[in-house]
């Protein structure tokens, strides 16, 4: 049976908020919140915004149909009930949003509300597929919406991050799974399929799949992964590799499908080894034969996480210790000798056959399979030797082509295509005259789009396109190119957390590119995508430190990959001063995000260049090479390393970056074995005020936690809190969410320790309630072991084992352990467990089954529990 197929859009639509509210009464509210939804660059829905040759409620009902976000915005009046109807359209609007449409409902604070409106709010309140929030002005509003439908983007995206790049015409991964779900049937794989599992159950824990590129072994490794959830019931995720091209990669790309935070502290091995522990997980790393020098890592890996499997994609076998070898294999095609009756017989039964009709009907839904094109069909299977990507390609053309159509210009083109590869295997050849075949269908435009799109990571927008457009034979037509290559089949187009995107296959683009490298373009090119993305990091990177920061960081990430493949055009066409400058806007982002230590790896790329670069360049270099040393390796070379950073940046004129650095190089000598606390002190105290007359608002916050913690480890408790306060109210007049949720949960920290219970109970749900919507695990882990804390102080012995039960497992899962952290919650834990041993082992029982939504649940006062609700429904 066919696999249900997806709606296809054209590549230009965005995700769509439906807007209901009454119009005249909230027209201010209603201008806030277009403009927030545009500043996301979404699509709003709204009444007023087109032409209505319908009646009013036809029009909504319309509306509503076609939206994928739905936000109410309430005031006083319940609005205009029509002749003849029960409710007004505001009611109906609200009962017709289907129940898993998202819902964001804000209210207005008002105290002459109508009684049918207050009903409904009441009625609102009580549905457990709503949010909703207070509000008191425009601008408020406006602020609310923005980062709510950031962080409503945020969790869509976190769901897909496990396979960020996607897989072989795939959608993104089911949050429970962490794999791409197929768009279309896997077929003829029954065989192999069974024998990788069978693999994997008799305990093969390294598992290469090895073949030409196009043979279907990305595919196989996901139906394989989807099919043995009882043998990994602690996670199966999809790491695409296709991207990576520097072996330094892999453990950052692991890291990052892991959703562990590589924020320099400690070695990220041994974070990911800590991860994987006890933990039946499997890994399918697709692609691996670009970082194939990568492989020991693997076998370190497997040695440090015994419960831990490899399931890997290659052209090239890994040749490491443990592996054992799958060779993926064409599908079966019939002998050429049947015609009519026994011919359809014989192509029913041969995998590629089969698969050839399914991808044709997928093009034309009146195909078949009939006496007369059946010898077509084995004829056009045999000659692309059951390579599924070749088939795939051939049967695109069934749009316009017949079979025999097809097979005749396969005959032609075929044997002239694989006679000037010659020195490549002869499924490589094949592979690479089928898709030279299909592309020389198409008009010369379109050929020419394609083969610029090589310079895109796997994925990317309309809009990113024809950015690229000017000067080029395709400028101003990119969506009719756009939509040619779809309908080849050479181009695939998904939904990614509400946006339309786009997609190559690894030898698809392996092609483009190879044909811009001839052409003499591929810098050219290069230089253009890299000046798209540099101009979206300089137009995006300033809200990193203030309101802007949840939206900031929802557009970044769903631009990585190609904010990586910018930073590697730039070094690679010897752009290094830029490459420096893109790698220094996005500072915030690396911290939040995690990505350290694949920076570090770029900016080593960058130096062992051995090109002129400004001190400036230098320093944004060294800087990022010495953050991970000064943590995981502390000594006086950082030090020294950070002062020369601080006198570049100051030479070139970055007193901020200067700034930053001096921060940097106090923190450091906190790390030294024997620690500098009274340089430190002041090197510290110097920042903060350099900082706060630059009005880095960020920094200076995260200075002032570090002045508190070397205050605390100095026993200067009042002093500590000044200075954590002082930094969460920084952070919080900035709008800057994760420091507000770092400062606020060493303050809470700080107050447990001090026996200030009530205080440090307010302080743990603030950041906790940070947390959630940043959708920062740490912090959540954090929050859950002051709020563990203050249980025990109170008596509570069962709540206080679950909760801390519940932070371990996050803190396993993400390959945190933190000394620090533990000296809070442990002692009254402890002392909890002297008196009451029952109650917390039946709490830490229960603790360890609950999911980070129900520890969430938990933690939380009543009322907290009833409005973060709808956002824990998503975890």
Same mark, same amino acid.
């Given at each position: 049976?066919?696999?249900?197929?997806?709606?296809?859009?054209?590549?230009?639509?965005?995700?769509?908020?439906?807007?209901?509210?009454?119009?005249?009464?909230?027209?201010?509210?209603?201008?806030?919140?277009?403009?927030?939804?545009?500043?996301?660059?979404?699509?709003?829905?709204?009444?007023?915004?087109?032409?209505?040759?319908?009646?009013?409620?036809?029009?909504?009902?319309?509306?509503?149909?076609?939206?994928?976000?739905?936000?109410?915005?309430?005031?006083?009046?319940?609005?205009?009930?029509?002749?003849?109807?029960?409710?007004?359209?505001?009611?109906?609007?609200?009962?017709?949003?289907?129940?898993?449409?998202?819902?964001?409902?804000?209210?207005?604070?008002?105290?002459?509300?109508?009684?049918?409106?207050?009903?409904?709010?009441?009625?609102?309140?009580?549905?457990?597929?709503?949010?909703?929030?207070?509000?008191?002005?425009?601008?408020?509003?406006?602020?609310?919406?923005?980062?709510?439908?950031?962080?409503?983007?945020?969790?869509?995206?976190?769901?897909?991050?496990?396979?960020?790049?996607?897989?072989?015409?795939?959608?993104?991964?089911?949050?429970?799974?962490?794999?791409?779900?197929?768009?279309?049937?896997?077929?003829?794989?029954?065989?192999?399929?069974?024998?990788?599992?069978?693999?994997?159950?008799?305990?093969?824990?390294?598992?290469?799949?090895?073949?030409?590129?196009?043979?279907?072994?990305?595919?196989?490794?996901?139906?394989?992964?989807?099919?043995?959830?009882?043998?990994?019931?602690?996670?199966?995720?999809?790491?695409?590799?296709?991207?990576?091209?520097?072996?330094?990669?892999?453990?950052?790309?692991?890291?990052?499908?892991?959703?562990?935070?590589?924020?320099?502290?400690?070695?990220?091995?041994?974070?990911?080894?800590?991860?994987?522990?006890?933990?039946?997980?499997?890994?399918?790393?697709?692609?691996?034969?670009?970082?194939?020098?990568?492989?020991?890592?693997?076998?370190?890996?497997?040695?440090?996480?015994?419960?831990?499997?490899?399931?890997?994609?290659?052209?090239?076998?890994?040749?490491?210790?443990?592996?054992?070898?799958?060779?993926?294999?064409?599908?079966?095609?019939?002998?050429?000798?049947?015609?009519?009756?026994?011919?359809?017989?014989?192509?029913?039964?041969?995998?590629?056959?089969?698969?050839?009709?399914?991808?044709?009907?997928?093009?034309?839904?009146?195909?078949?399979?009939?006496?007369?094109?059946?010898?077509?069909?084995?004829?056009?299977?045999?000659? *692309?030797?059951?390579?599924?990507?070749?088939?795939?390609?051939?049967?695109?053309?069934?749009?316009?082509?017949?079979?025999?159509?097809?097979?005749?210009?396969?005959?032609?083109?075929?044997?002239?295509?694989?006679?000037?590869?010659?020195?490549?295997?002869?499924?490589?050849?094949?592979?690479?005259?089928?898709?030279?075949?299909?592309?020389?269908?198409?008009?010369?435009?379109?050929?020419?789009?394609?083969?610029?799109?090589?310079?895109?990571?796997?994925?990317?927008? *309309?809009?990113?396109?024809?950015?690229?457009?000017?000067?080029?034979?395709?400028?101003?037509?990119?969506?009719?190119?756009?939509?040619?290559?779809?309908?080849?089949?050479?181009?695939?187009?998904?939904?990614?957390?509400?946006?339309?995107?786009?997609?190559?296959?690894?030898?698809?683009?392996?092609?483009?590119?190879?044909?811009?490298?001839?052409?003499?373009?591929?810098?050219?090119?290069?230089?253009?995508?890299?000046?798209?993305?540099?101009?979206?990091?300089?137009?995006?990177?300033?809200?990193?430190?203030?309101?802007?920061?949840?939206?900031?960081?929802?557009?970044?990430?769903?631009?990585?990959?190609?904010?990586?493949?910018?930073?590697?055009?730039?070094?690679?066409?010897?752009?290094?001063?830029?490459?420096?400058?893109?790698?220094?806007?996005?500072?915030?982002?690396?911290?939040?995000?995690?990505?350290?230590?694949?920076?570090?790896?770029?900016?080593?790329? *960058?130096?062992?260049?051995?090109?002129?670069?400004?001190?400036?360049?230098?320093?944004?270099?060294?800087?990022?090479?010495?953050?991970?040393?000064?943590?995981?390796?502390?000594?006086?070379?950082?030090?020294?390393?950070?002062?020369?950073?601080?006198?570049?940046?100051?030479?070139?004129?970055?007193?901020?970056?200067?700034?930053?650095?001096?921060?940097?190089?106090?923190?450091?000598?906190?790390?030294?074995?024997?620690?500098?606390?009274?340089?430190?002190?002041?090197?510290?105290?110097?920042?903060?005020?350099?900082?706060?007359?630059?009005?880095?608002?960020?920094?200076?916050?995260?200075?002032?936690?570090?002045?508190?913690?070397?205050?605390?480890?100095?026993?200067?408790?009042?002093?500590?809190?000044?200075?954590?306060?002082?930094?969460?109210?920084?952070?919080?007049?900035?709008?800057?969410?994760?420091?507000?949720?770092?400062?606020?949960?060493?303050?809470?920290?700080?107050?447990?320790?001090?026996?200030?219970?009530?205080?440090?109970?307010?302080?743990?749900?603030?950041? *906790?309630?940070?947390?959630?919507?940043?959708?920062?695990?740490?912090?959540?882990?954090?929050?859950?072991?002051?709020?563990?804390?203050?249980?025990?102080?109170?008596?509570?012995?069962?709540?206080?084992?679950?909760?801390?039960?519940?932070?371990?497992?996050?803190?396993?899962?993400?390959?945190?352990?933190?000394?620090?952290?533990?000296?809070?919650?442990?002692?009254?834990?402890?002392?909890?467990?002297?008196?009451?041993?029952?109650?917390?082992?039946?709490?830490?029982?229960?603790?360890?089954?609950?999911?980070?939504?129900?520890?969430?649940?938990?933690?939380?006062?009543?009322?907290?529990?009833?409005?973060?609700?709808?956002?824990?429904?998503?975890?």
């Amino acid at each position: 049976m066919n696999a249900a197929r997806p709606v296809i859009r054209t590549p230009d639509q965005r995700l769509r908020v439906f807007v209901s509210s009454t119009l005249r009464e909230l027209a201010e509210e209603r201008r806030a919140a277009r403009a927030a939804i545009e500043r996301l660059r979404l699509a709003p829905v709204m009444f007023e915004l087109g032409a209505r040759p319908h009646p009013p409620r036809a029009l909504y009902r319309s509306y509503l149909s076609q939206s994928d976000v739905f936000v109410g915005i309430y005031g006083d009046s319940y609005g205009w009930v029509a002749p003849g109807e029960e409710l007004s359209g505001l009611e109906d609007e609200y009962r017709l949003a289907p129940p898993e449409m998202p819902k964001l409902i804000y209210i207005r604070a008002s105290e002459q509300r109508e009684p049918r409106l207050e009903a409904l709010i009441d009625r609102i309140r009580a549905d457990d597929t709503a949010a909703y929030l207070p509000f008191s002005t425009a601008e408020e509003l406006e602020e609310q919406v923005a980062n709510d439908l950031a962080t409503l983007l945020a969790e869509r995206f976190d769901e897909s991050r496990a396979a960020g790049e996607g897989g072989p015409d795939e959608i993104p991964p089911t949050p429970a799974s962490h794999l791409p779900v197929p768009y279309t049937s896997t077929i003829g794989r029954e065989r192999e399929l069974a024998e990788v599992r069978a693999l994997l159950e008799r305990g093969d824990r390294l598992i290469s799949l090895v073949g030409p590129g196009g043979i279907g072994k990305s595919r196989l490794a996901v139906e394989v992964a989807r099919a043995t959830e009882d043998l990994f019931p602690d996670g199966r995720y999809f790491l695409p590799l296709e991207g990576v091209f520097e072996t330094g990669l892999l453990l950052p790309t692991i890291a990052y499908v892991l959703g562990i935070r590589d924020n320099g502290e400690a070695a990220l091995e041994e974070r990911i080894a800590r991860a994987l522990t006890d933990r039946r997980v499997l890994l399918v790393l697709d692609n691996f034969e670009q970082i194939v020098e990568a492989a020991p890592l693997l076998v370190r890996l497997f040695s440090l996480a015994p419960t831990a499997s490899f399931l890997v994609t290659s052209r090239t076998v890994l040749r490491v210790r443990g592996e054992r070898v799958y060779e993926v294999r064409a599908l079966a095609v019939p002998a050429p000798r049947a015609g009519g009756t026994e011919a359809v017989a014989r192509a029913e039964r041969s995998p590629a056959c089969r698969l050839f009709v399914d991808r044709a009907q997928a093009v034309d839904p009146d195909f078949a399979l009939t006496e007369e094109n059946a010898p077509a069909i084995v004829d056009i299977c045999r000659r *692309l030797e059951g390579l599924p990507l070749a088939i795939e390609l051939a049967a695109a053309k069934a749009r316009v082509l017949t079979p025999q159509g097809i097979a005749e210009r396969l005959e032609q083109s075929l044997p002239l295509l694989t006679a000037s590869a010659r020195d490549v295997p002869d499924r490589h050849r094949t592979m690479r005259a089928t898709i030279e075949w299909s592309v020389s269908l198409l008009e010369d435009e379109h050929r020419a789009l394609l083969e610029d799109l090589g310079v895109f990571a796997r994925q990317f927008t *309309l809009e990113a396109v024809e950015a690229l457009g000017p000067g080029r034979p395709w400028d101003g037509r990119a969506v009719e190119g756009v939509a040619a290559l779809v309908d080849a089949s050479l181009v695939k187009r998904a939904d990614v957390s509400g946006r339309s995107v786009l997609s190559l296959l690894a030898v698809m683009r392996e092609y483009a590119l190879g044909r811009l490298k001839e052409r003499g373009e591929a810098g050219r090119m290069r230089a253009a995508h890299a000046e798209h993305y540099s101009a979206l990091v300089e137009r995006v990177a300033p809200g990193l430190r203030g309101p802007a920061q949840g939206e900031a960081v929802v557009q970044l990430g769903l631009e990585l990959p190609n904010l990586r493949a910018a930073v590697r055009h730039l070094v690679h066409i010897d752009r290094l001063d830029d490459a420096g400058d893109f790698a220094w806007r996005l500072l915030v982002y690396w911290w939040i995000a995690g990505f350290f230590g694949e920076v570090r790896v770029w900016m080593l790329e *960058l130096l062992e260049k051995q090109q002129p670069i400004t001190p400036h360049t230098r320093a944004v270099a060294w800087f990022f090479v010495l953050w991970s040393e000064m943590w995981q390796r502390p000594n006086e070379q950082v030090v020294a390393g950070l002062a020369e950073c601080v006198r570049l940046f100051s030479e070139s004129g970055d007193e901020d970056a200067a700034a930053m650095s001096l921060a940097a190089r106090a923190t450091a000598r906190l790390q030294l074995p024997l620690p500098e606390l009274d340089t430190a002190e002041r090197e510290l105290a110097d920042a903060v005020e350099r900082l706060r007359a630059l009005d880095n608002r960020w920094a200076e916050a995260i200075t002032e936690v570090s002045r508190g913690r070397l205050a605390w480890l100095r026993g200067l408790t009042d002093e500590a809190q000044q200075r954590f306060d002082r930094a969460t109210e920084v952070a919080e007049a900035s709008g800057d969410l994760f420091t507000l949720s770092v400062a606020g949960n060493h303050q809470a920290r700080l107050q447990l320790a001090r026996g200030e219970v009530d205080a440090a109970e307010a302080g743990c749900v603030r950041t *906790l309630l940070v947390s959630i919507r940043l959708h920062f695990e740490e912090g959540i882990a954090y929050g859950l072991e002051g709020l563990c804390a203050v249980a025990a102080a109170r008596g509570d012995g069962e709540r206080a084992g679950a909760l801390s039960a519940a932070a371990d497992g996050i803190r396993q899962r993400i390959g945190v352990f933190d000394v620090e952290a533990f000296t809070v919650h442990t002692p009254q834990l402890d002392a909890m467990r002297a008196t009451h041993p029952d109650a917390v082992a039946e709490g830490e029982r229960r603790g360890a089954e609950l999911t980070v939504a129900e520890a969430i649940t938990l933690a939380l006062p009543e009322h907290e529990r009833e409005r973060i609700a709808p956002l824990l429904a998503r975890w």
